[in-house]
Every structure is written in structure tokens, then in C-alpha cells.
């Protein structure tokens, strides 16, 4: 593996959501082991246990449903069986994200990945992530500084590709991101390239301006390919609980997201959030981010994260 053995991909999660861990594994496995009846005063237990997490409304009163319903029938006694339901409800939640990493290639040119999200996420970090882990690969990537807004911005993107060994397409700043963004295919096509990422700038999501400029490079990226861009990759930071979800719901009504990177993971409590964003607005979770390195840039793996949450073994 290009990140090394599946023990220490496991360990590198879960030393990266220890904080979601704490609230959410520690405090559940503390609550059950007391040997409680499940009765109203537990449920409300649980209930804020999981909503501290940001697992969401819906899903929260889906598993209060769940357990309140198979206490009264007799089919579930408290302790390890209540955790394997629960264990089960959230990688049921999530299991459609496994294997989610393959994108939809492009067979007939290089494969477009757009990059969105608001201002600090994690946006510049993540694409050079991506970009290793795809030159890893064997994938031959160039990547297109498409937020001319920010300065320095398209430096600060040149340091990463030379890091990562990978081309960049570039112009001044101030320059028209649409511009940018049909170059860089255009380059991309011209040099064989496998994959082309481009990079935005990021926006407030309700800042309606910025979010049409994103409608035009979508339609300029059209005139090099029709089918493009083929993946738009939504940068979340993660510690923005609920927040995060309302910026999610929101780009996603302007642009077909493809999927998402979540950010940040290692720095919240709040990674019941990943949950909760998958339940409201179906999107597939494709990264996580749970450091700073580049090896703490991971495809999502349902059975990893819920064993990370939980503090179970490999």
C-alpha cells in the first residue's frame, strides 16, 4: 500500500478522531456499562449523547426508535448488545461511502476534479493531497490555481506541486478563475494528463456572487469537454458541526457535488457530523482528513471510522 499497512492506516484514524471518540464511544460504552434499565431517563441520555456529536436529529431519533423498540419486544439486552446496535446503525448509515475512492474516470481525456468550499477549510492542503495520492497511483495530474482571489494563493499552490512533483497552470492574481480553469484543461489534454485538479477560491456559501462565478467555470470547463468537470469535491472542515451541514446542503443545490472531503477531523468532537451529512443530503463521503501529514489524508472507510469512534481493535 502506498500509505503503508492497513494496521497503521487503522491506527492513524483512530488516533485522529480521539476527541470524536471521547465523546461519543467513551460516553456511550460509560452509559451502557452502568447496567441500566433502557428506560426514558437513558434514552434522554443517549439522545444528547449523540446530538453533542452533531449525529443529527433524524438519525438520533432513528436509533432511539430502533432501541426503545427492540427493549420492549425482549430481542436486546443492555450492555454489549446495545453497542453493537449501535455500531451497526452508524455503519449502516455510512456504508454506501465504502470503495467510494474510485472516481469517474474520463476514457476519453484527462479526468476534471473540481474543487469547492468555503474560505478555510482546507481546500489548497486537500488538493495537494489528492494530487500525491493520485501520482501515487501512477496517474500523471496537473493541477490549475483557480483562486486568483486570495493572495498568494497560486505560490502558496506552486510550493505543493513542486513538493508533490506534479505541473500547475497558473496566471496573475486577479485574473479570471474561468479563464484559468479552461487553460489548465486545455493543457492537461495537450499534455496526456490523466487528471486535471482545479482550485477555487473559497466563498462564503451564501454569498451569491461567488457562487454564480462557480456556474461559470462549470460552463467553461464545457467548452473543452461536455462531460466535465467529472468529479466536484466538496472541502467541509469538519469542526464546523452543524455549520458544516448548512454549507453542504447549500453548494449542493448550485453545483452536482460528487462527493466529500472532510477536514479537520482530528480537531473536533464533532465527527458524528460525517454522519449527519450523509443522512440529509446523500453526498458520499470519499476523504477524511485526520492530521496534518500527508499520510493523514485517507480514503473513507465506514468500518474504519465507526471502529475508530469506538475504539475498537483492527
Given at each position: 500500500?502506498?500509505?503503508?499497512?492497513?494496521?497503521?492506516?487503522?491506527?492513524?484514524?483512530?488516533?485522529?478522531?480521539?476527541?470524536?471518540?471521547?465523546?461519543?464511544?467513551?460516553?456511550?460504552?460509560?452509559?451502557?456499562?452502568?447496567?441500566?434499565?433502557?428506560?426514558?431517563?437513558?434514552?434522554?441520555?443517549?439522545?444528547?449523547?449523540?446530538?453533542?456529536?452533531?449525529?443529527?436529529?433524524?438519525?438520533?431519533?432513528?436509533?432511539?426508535?430502533?432501541?426503545?423498540?427492540?427493549?420492549?419486544?425482549?430481542?436486546?439486552?443492555?450492555?454489549?448488545?446495545?453497542?453493537?446496535?449501535?455500531?451497526?446503525?452508524?455503519?449502516?448509515?455510512?456504508?454506501?461511502?465504502?470503495?467510494?475512492e474510485d472516481f469517474a474516470w474520463n476514457p476519453e481525456g484527462p479526468t476534471v476534479i473540481l474543487i469547492i468550499g468555503v474560505n478555510g477549510a482546507g481546500?489548497?492542503?486537500?488538493?495537494?493531497?489528492?494530487?500525491?495520492?493520485?501520482?501515487?497511483?501512477?496517474?500523471?495530474?496537473?493541477?490549475?490555481?483557480?483562486?486568483?482571489?486570495?493572495?498568494?494563493?497560486?505560490?502558496?499552490?506552486?510550493?505543493?506541486?513542486?513538493?508533490?512533483?506534479?505541473?500547475?497552470?497558473?496566471?496573475?492574481?486577479?485574473?479570471?478563475?474561468?479563464?484559468?480553469?479552461?487553460?489548465?484543461?486545455?493543457?492537461?489534454?495537450?499534455?496526456?494528463?490523466?487528471?486535471?485538479?482545479?482550485?477555487?477560491?473559497?466563498?462564503?456559501?451564501?454569498?451569491?456572487?461567488?457562487?454564480?462565478?462557480?456556474?461559470?467555470?462549470?460552463?467553461?470547463?464545457?467548452?473543452?469537454?461536455?462531460?466535465?468537470?467529472?468529479?466536484?469535491?466538496?472541502?467541509?472542515?469538519?469542526?464546523?458541526?452543524?455549520?458544516?451541514?448548512?454549507?453542504?446542503?447549500?453548494?449542493?443545490?448550485?453545483?452536482?457535488?460528487?462527493?466529500?472531503?472532510?477536514?479537520?477531523?482530528?480537531?473536533?468532537?464533532?465527527?458524528?457530523?460525517?454522519?449527519?451529512?450523509?443522512?440529509?443530503?446523500?453526498?458520499?463521503?470519499?476523504?477524511?482528513?485526520?492530521?496534518?501529514?500527508?499520510?493523514?489524508?485517507?480514503?473513507?472507510?465506514?468500518?474504519?471510522?465507526?471502529?475508530?469512534?469506538?475504539?475498537?481493535?483492527?
Amino acid at each position: 500500500m502506498v500509505f503503508g499497512s492497513i494496521g497503521r492506516f487503522f491506527g492513524r484514524i483512530k488516533s485522529g478522531l480521539a476527541k470524536t471518540r471521547s465523546l461519543i464511544g467513551d460516553a456511550l460504552r460509560s452509559l451502557i456499562g452502568r447496567g441500566r434499565t433502557i428506560d426514558r431517563a437513558f434514552l434522554e441520555e443517549l439522545e444528547d449523547t449523540l446530538l453533542a456529536a452533531d449525529i443529527g436529529v433524524g438519525k438520533t431519533e432513528a436509533i432511539l426508535e430502533e432501541v426503545q423498540g427492540k427493549w420492549k419486544a425482549g430481542e436486546m439486552a443492555p450492555g454489549e448488545e446495545l453497542l453493537d446496535l449501535l455500531k451497526r446503525s452508524l455503519r449502516d448509515e455510512l456504508s454506501n461511502d465504502a470503495g467510494q475512492e474510485d472516481f469517474a474516470w474520463n476514457p476519453e481525456g484527462p479526468t476534471v476534479i473540481l474543487i469547492i468550499g468555503v474560505n478555510g477549510a482546507g481546500k489548497t492542503t486537500s488538493i495537494a493531497k489528492l494530487a500525491k495520492r493520485l501520482s501515487d497511483q501512477g496517474k500523471r495530474v496537473l493541477l490549475a490555481a483557480g483562486d486568483t482571489y486570495r493572495a498568494a494563493a497560486a505560490a502558496q499552490l506552486s510550493i505543493w506541486a513542486e513538493r508533490v512533483g506534479v505541473d500547475i497552470v497558473k496566471q496573475h492574481e486577479g485574473a479570471d478563475a474561468a479563464s484559468v480553469a479552461f487553460d489548465a484543461v486545455a493543457a492537461a489534454k495537450a499534455r496526456g494528463m490523466d487528471a486535471v485538479i482545479i482550485d477555487t477560491a473559497g466563498r462564503l456559501h451564501n454569498r451569491e456572487d461567488l457562487m454564480r462565478e462557480l456556474e461559470k467555470i462549470h460552463r467553461v470547463i464545457q467548452r473543452q469537454d461536455s462531460t466535465a468537470p467529472h468529479e466536484i469535491l466538496l472541502v467541509v472542515d469538519a469542526t464546523a458541526g452543524q455549520n458544516a451541514i448548512q454549507q453542504a446542503r447549500i453548494f449542493s443545490h448550485g453545483m452536482r457535488v460528487s462527493g466529500l472531503i472532510l477536514t479537520k477531523l482530528d480537531g473536533t468532537a464533532k465527527g458524528g457530523s460525517t454522519i449527519a451529512i450523509r443522512r440529509e443530503l446523500g453526498i458520499p463521503v470519499r476523504y477524511i482528513g485526520v492530521g496534518e501529514g500527508m499520510d493523514d489524508f485517507q480514503p473513507f472507510d465506514a468500518d474504519a471510522f465507526v471502529d475508530a469512534i469506538f475504539g475498537d481493535e483492527e
